[in-house]
């Protein structure tokens, strides 16, 4: 079985704890496990595993689905410094000469979690990401639906290259990398978890890497995917495999008429939107945001016949 070293497990006791502890806790039991192996992913993993802030997830919003949070020195400074925290950057930085064992400790430490979340917390609010998300939902749309970000995978990198190839794209991963892969499915199971949790309104990928990747695999028309079934075609990838393992698939919904596709999760289906990056190397330009813009208003209310030119 190629996921034989996965596990199964769905977010324990979210009823009566926020979802933000959940899925945080889950990201650091993730580092423990995978953080020893010996191959390209204890590189991706040096960093401390993302940690959402409480208030990051909203039910029956519009989720923006990225690759991984990026990670910039001069933003926690900036981040610690409103916060007026003292702070070692060891805690972020997980390298090498960090053993596992003290990497235990720490994670199992909860003031230091605390502090972190803090951290992570105002982070975020500095960087251009999140405040091109807060005014792209603006745009799209000024009532009270609220939005929502997550991340497919925590790891914390300004190479989304890096990262795509390290778990994602390498064949190699599944015959011989069995704990990139693992990664990859377990990863997904916290995303899809979460998407369950939610039931957001929209889903809209704002990566080009990740939409790509889907769209090439709806095209590969996948046979049915059991556990000891090797990918045979082309377009197939790690992550769209990761996907229907953890029973997550994509419909095309007609979409040269609707402008959306859909995302199967637990039987429910969600409408989704597949774009490129809103900020980083390869943002959308002027003109494709607009249009983005554009579709996305019609998406979530069909009657809406606005104007959004830069006029208006």
Not at 44 to 53: A, H, N, S
Not at 99 to 119: A, D, G, Q, S, Y
Not at 128 to 154: M, Q, S, W
Not at 235 to 259: C, H, Q, R, V
């Amino acid at each position: 079985m190629i996921f034989k070293d996965c596990t199964d497990e769905k977010l324990e006791h979210c009823d009566d704890r926020k979802l933000e502890d959940c899925v945080n806790e889950e990201y650091r039991k993730l580092w423990v496990r995978y953080w020893k192996n010996s191959n390209g992913l204890r590189r991706l993993l040096e960093k401390w595993p993302f940690q959402y802030p409480r208030g990051t997830f909203k039910t029956n919003c519009i989720l923006f689905v990225g690759m991984n949070p990026s990670y910039n020195k001069k933003n926690i400074d900036e981040a610690v410094k409103k916060l007026n925290l003292a702070y070692d950057h060891r805690i972020f930085e997980l390298r090498h000469n960090l053993r596992l064992k003290v990497l235990k400790n720490v994670l199992k430490n909860p003031n230091t979690i605390k502090m972190i979340e803090r951290i992570e917390g105002e982070f975020f609010q500095c960087l251009p990401y999140y405040k091109e998300l807060k005014k792209l939902k603006e745009d799209i749309v000024k009532d009270n639906i609220p939005f929502a970000y997550v991340d497919l995978f925590p790891i914390r990198s300004k190479n989304q290259d890096e990262v795509k190839k390290g778990l994602m794209l390498e064949k190699a991963s599944y015959t011989n990398n069995k704990k990139e892969i693992c990664f990859v499915k377990e990863s997904i199971r916290v995303f899809k978890d979460i998407i369950t949790k939610l039931k957001p309104r929209y889903i809209v990928v704002v990566n080009g890497s990740i939409s790509s990747m889907i769209m090439d695999g709806m095209e590969a028309n996948y046979p049915s995917m059991k556990d000891n079934d090797p990918p045979s075609k082309a377009k197939e990838n790690n992550l769209m495999y990761a996907f229907k393992s953890n029973k997550i698939t994509f419909k095309p919904n007609n979409f040269d008429k609707t402008g959306y596709r859909l995302m199967s999760v637990e039987n429910q289906e969600y409408p989704l939107v597949l774009s490129g990056m809103i900020t980083g190397r390869r943002p959308l330009d002027k003109a494709s945001r607009e249009l983005l813009i554009w579709a996305l208003r019609r998406i979530v209310d069909p009657a809406d016949k606005i104007d959004i030119s830069p006029e208006r």
